[in-house]
């Protein structure tokens, strides 16, 4: 099982900054199949980024994906208030598909 | 615009069987390019996916949970279910359920997730 682990489990800062999340696995990962996810309360999961590096629909371009291998990352380039939310990393080279921990980035 | 819904009941005994179906509105449950999972949240943990079916009624699951799990679909109704046996109180969860796409694999569109309590 390829074991994902996110840093920082924390993040905080504040509205206008920059923001750069990390996702680092525990062998290669094909960049096809890694995906970034927003998660609020009460509210349905929201799919962000696909393939590494591409956005979904919808998704504003101050989202941003890259790396390969085993180090991947999201950036979002300036937050906005409902941008503070918990960000999820997601692989499927091989099974189980597996989730990251998350990082949670909150209000400074 | 797909959307999926989850419902069951929210309240299960352990050792019993836990038992969620997922309807689909708004496209085509047998999209060729599309799969359909469930995946669930412990109250302050991550997510964990616990399997995936496609329209042909073909499954893989989460070799973790493996033993206790059993999908199905139901096209004619647009739904799809999760069956998990022998519950715990570990397999207290939000549940939500997710499509799929084929070519990358990543979940585009979401449930709003249903809230399963194991206990007595």
């Known amino acids: 099982e390829i074991v994902l682990t996110q840093s920082p489990g924390t993040l905080s800062l504040s509205p206008g900054e920059r923001a750069t999340l990390s996702c680092r696995a525990s062998q290669s990962v094909s960049s096809t199949y890694l995906a970034w996810y927003q998660l609020k309360p009460g509210q349905a999961p929201r799919l962000l980024i696909y393939g590494a590096s591409s956005r979904a629909t919808g998704i504003p371009d101050r989202f941003s994906g890259s790396g390969s291998g085993t180090d991947f990352t999201l950036t979002i380039s300036r937050l906005q208030p409902e941008d503070f939310a918990v960000y999820y990393c997601q692989q499927y080279t091989t099974s189980p598909l597996t989730f990251g921990g998350g990082t949670k980035v909150e209000i400074k | 615009q797909v959307q999926l819904q989850e419902s069951g009941p929210g309240l299960v005994e352990p050792s019993q069987t836990l038992s969620l179906t997922c309807t689909v509105s708004?496209?085509?449950?047998?999209?060729?390019?599309?799969?359909w999972s469930w995946i669930r949240q412990p109250a302050g943990k991550g997510l964990e996916w616990i399997g995936r079916i496609y329209s042909s009624g073909s499954t893989n699951y989460n070799p973790s949970l493996k033993s206790r799990v059993t999908m199905s679909i139901d096209t004619s109704r647009s739904q799809f279910s999760l069956k998990l046996s022998s519950v715990t109180a570990a397999d207290t969860a939000v549940y939500y359920c997710?499509?799929?796409?084929?070519?990358?694999?990543?979940?585009?569109?979401w449930g709003q997730g249903t809230m399963v309590t194991v206990s007595s």
């Open positions: 708004g496209g085509s449950i047998s999209s060729g390019t599309s799969y």
């Open positions: 997710a499509r799929g796409v084929t070519q990358h694999w990543a979940f585009d569109i």
